[in-house]
Each structure stands twice: as structure tokens, then as C-alpha cells.
């Protein structure tokens, strides 16, 4: 591993770390992302770079220019990824691209790479969208695949809004929206990120590979299920007396479950809540979050509606009203094959063997970036596939693997 990359990952490990369980719990416009901000802000600094907040608050880190407004159209070659967490996430999930961004130009300068575009790192603010609930809301309203009149609309848990939330920690939720000439700047984005799979460690027949290139995110998307019955005492009411959303949503999540196999697709129930969620007290809500995604949109659309059908027959027959509501989807992402097809060359020079090209079933902001800017993605091989937990890792080797693959790719596309 390199120094600098050594250094980085130390400064930046106890920041937003839970002691008790040892995950990450860097949610947007929080102390422990403002934690992370600094640390990015300190790192651009530290290197002579051009430090710059825009206004969605995704931060930039500027070579060969002082803001994007010095940038030709197409001009600029971008790298980084995001900082911020799920609940009790792990350490790579992000801060893996920002580390190696900063890493690959620390090894550039060492190479002595003469840069002819400017480059920028960025970090994209609330990727994970574990307090708001949207994923990705930097670059989606940079894009502006997310307005500003539905980001002032986000509440977390406890109801704080996003603008308020924003406000608290000195940014300026009015100013959020489209950010199309600073985008228009970007000839290039590269995001490396850990992979959240096995795919890499598992490539030819187990021999595995510290690094791939993405071709595709799947199509994938967040529904919302409301279960309504009727609460009453756990311990008079006849069981057919009772208007139960618990077995409706119990016999829902075993249907997505075998829908999803069914399809070779994955689906998952990972959040609920119950009122008046009490012990003994039959529930009158119950409303559940469905996470689905496929490698194609007609599986998806497949596995949707089975999970509806199901969903809609077991609430008639508990006598409980069902809502479901989209709350969010992305569309398959195929990433361009001319900025892939680059990387690929400049990955495989000198070896016969060519760089593994897998697909995710994860959305990034490269994915969101992609509808406007070039983009591509590397992935450094997780030897678990563990990812969204504390256990989720990455060798020093695979680590440092990526560090040299990125700066190669950065050297082709920002030094010719
Ligand atoms: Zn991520």
C-alpha cells in the first residue's frame, strides 16, 4: 500500500465509527459527515488543490483550474466517489474511490506525469440516501434527476427536512438544483469503488482479479408496501376476529423472496415499521420497504408484480388495506463502451489477459452521472462480497492494485 494511501485511510478510520458495533454511521449533513468534509477539504489543501463546494454539496478538488468555471466544455477528467454511509457500513464503500483518487494523483506526481486536462476529485455528497431515504441526491440534482421542489420534500426519521438539515450544517438548501455547465466541464468521470459481490474474487474459474471495469447497473428500485388493519389486545382477540397487516406483510416478504429466485433476481424486505409496535398489542400498520433489482428491466417488472399479486391476494384475505408506493428507480445504466473499451486498453496493455468486465446490481453516482457525463467505473475485488456491513473489506494488495490502476487510466485519459 502506498504511503500516502496508508496515511489517508488512518486519518480517515474513526471518523462517524460506531465503537459498539465498528461500522460507519457517516449519514448526510450530520457531524460525521461534516467529519469526512473537512478530511476531503484538508487532503485538496494539503496538495496545493483548488477547493471548491458546489452547490449541491458535493465537493471538488481541482488540478490545472481554480473551479470548473476555468474548464472548457469536455475539458476536465474527473475521479472520486463519496464518503458518507449506510447505517453501520463498512469502511470501502466509498471512501475506497476518494482515498485512491487522491492516492493515484499522489503516484502520478511521483511518476512526474505531465497533466494536459485539468483534473478534478469529487466527493458526492449523501450517496447512500441512509437518512432521506433517496440514494445518490448530489449528483441527482446536479443532473437534475431530482428537482428541488421534491429534495425540500425528503424528511429523515425524526422529521428534520433535508433544506433544514442542510441549514443546520451552513449550506444554502436554496441554492440546490441543476448544475449543467459545471457537468458540461467533465470529458470523463471514473469512479472506483470496492465491489459489492464476488465477481472478481471468483473470476476465472477462482483464480481472481484485483480489478475490473463495470459494464452495466442494474435496474433497480425502492417500493414502498403499507399493510392497514386493525389494532386491538393481543390477549382477548379471537384470531378470526383479527385484521392482522403482520401476516400480510410476513407472507410478502416470502413471496418476494421466491419471486426473486424464481427470476434470478434479488429482492429484499430490509426496513419495517410497526404501530403502535407494541409487544402485545396486535398492529394496526405495518409498512415495509421492498428493495428489488435485476440484471433486466422486463425480470424486474416480473418480479414487481408477482410480489404485488401476492401481497394484494394475502391482504384480502387477512382484511387488510394495502398501499404500495414507488418511492424511487433508476433505469438500467450501460455504461458507454467507448470511455470502457478505453479503460479495458489501457488496463490490458502488456498482459494477455484481458481485464474482467462484470456488472452490479448497486447504483452509484456514476450511474446518475452517466445520462450526461462519460462515465466509468473500476472495481477492487471484495474477497467476501460482504459489503453494507463492518465486515466488509479489501486486501492491502487489491488496494494498492487499484490505486496503480486508476492513476494508469487517469495518466491515459489526463496526460496525453
Ligand atoms: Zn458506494
Redesign the pocket.
Known amino acids: 500500500m502506498t504511503s500516502s494511501f496508508h496515511e489517508m485511510w488512518e486519518e480517515l478510520r474513526p471518523l462517524g465509527r460506531d465503537s459498539s458495533s465498528g461500522g460507519y454511521r457517516r449519514f448526510a449533513w450530520t457531524g460525521a459527515d461534516a467529519d469526512c468534509r473537512a478530511w476531503f477539504r484538508a487532503q485538496a489543501e494539503a496538495r496545493g488543490l483548488a477547493y471548491e463546494l458546489d452547490r449541491n454539496g458535493n465537493q471538488w478538488a481541482w488540478l490545472g483550474a481554480t473551479s470548473y468555471r476555468d474548464v472548457a466544455p469536455g475539458g476536465a477528467v474527473a475521479t472520486g ?2 464518503l458518507d454511509s449506510v447505517p453501520d457500513g463498512g469502511a470501502f ?2 471512501p475506497l474511490g476518494v482515498v485512491s483518487s487522491f492516492a493515484a494523483l499522489d503516484e502520478l506526481r511521483g511518476r512526474g506525469a505531465q497533466f494536459t486536462k485539468p483534473l478534478a476529485i469529487v466527493n458526492f455528497g449523501d ?2 440516501g441512509a437518512r432521506f431515504g433517496l440514494a445518490c441526491v448530489g449528483s441527482r440534482l446536479a443532473t437534475g434527476a431530482l428537482t428541488r421542489e421534491a429534495a425540500h420534500r425528503l424528511r429523515d426519521g425524526d422529521g428534520t427536512t433535508l433544506p433544514q438539515a442542510m441549514e443546520r450544517a451552513g449550506h444554502d438548501p436554496e441554492a440546490i438544483g441543476p448544475d449543467p455547465e459545471r457537468l458540461a466541464t467533465l470529458g470523463a468521470f471514473v469512479e472506483l ?1 470496492v465491489e459489492q459481490g464476488r465477481a472478481l474474487a471468483l473470476h476465472d474459474e477462482g483464480a481472481g482479479a484485483p480489478v475490473g471495469i463495470a459494464s452495466a447497473i442494474w435496474p433497480h428500485g425502492r417500493w414502498r408496501f403499507d399493510f392497514r388493519g386493525e389494532a386491538n389486545h393481543a390477549g382477548t382477540t379471537r384470531l378470526e376476529d383479527r385484521r392482522d397487516p403482520m401476516l400480510s406483510y410476513a407472507a410478502t416478504v416470502l413471496a418476494a423472496r421466491e419471486q426473486a429466485r424464481l427470476a434470478g433476481a434479488l429482492a429484499t424486505f430490509g426496513k419495517v415499521s410497526v404501530e403502535p409496535n407494541g409487544v402485545n398489542a396486535i398492529p394496526s400498520l405495518v409498512r415495509g420497504w421492498l428493495d428489488a433489482r435485476a440484471a433486466a428491466q422486463d425480470t424486474l417488472d416480473t418480479v414487481i408484480a408477482g410480489i404485488e399479486r401476492a401481497a394484494a391476494e394475502r391482504a384480502a384475505r387477512d382484511g387488510v388495506d394495502l398501499d404500495i408506493v414507488r418511492e424511487s428507480f433508476t433505469p438500467i445504466v450501460e455504461f458507454g463502451h467507448a470511455l470502457r473499451d478505453e479503460l479495458g486498453a489501457i488496463l490490458g496493455k502488456g498482459s494477455d489477459r484481458p481485464v474482467p468486465v462484470l456488472g452490479t446490481g ?1 447504483g ?1 453516482d456514476a450511474g446518475i452521472l452517466s445520462a450526461t457525463v462519460p462515465t466509468a467505473m473500476l472495481f477492487v475485488r471484495n474477497p467476501t462480497g460482504v459489503s453494507h456491513s463492518p465486515a466488509e473489506t479489501a486486501t492491502e494488495d487489491d488496494c494498492t492494485a487499484g490505486v496503480t490502476a486508476l492513476a494508469d487510466v487517469l495518466e491515459g485519459l489526463a496526460c496525453r
Do not use: F, K, P, R
Request: net charge negative; hydrophobic share 10%; charged share 35%.
Open positions: 466517489s463519496h464503500d466509498g450517496e447512500e469503488h448497486a452509484h
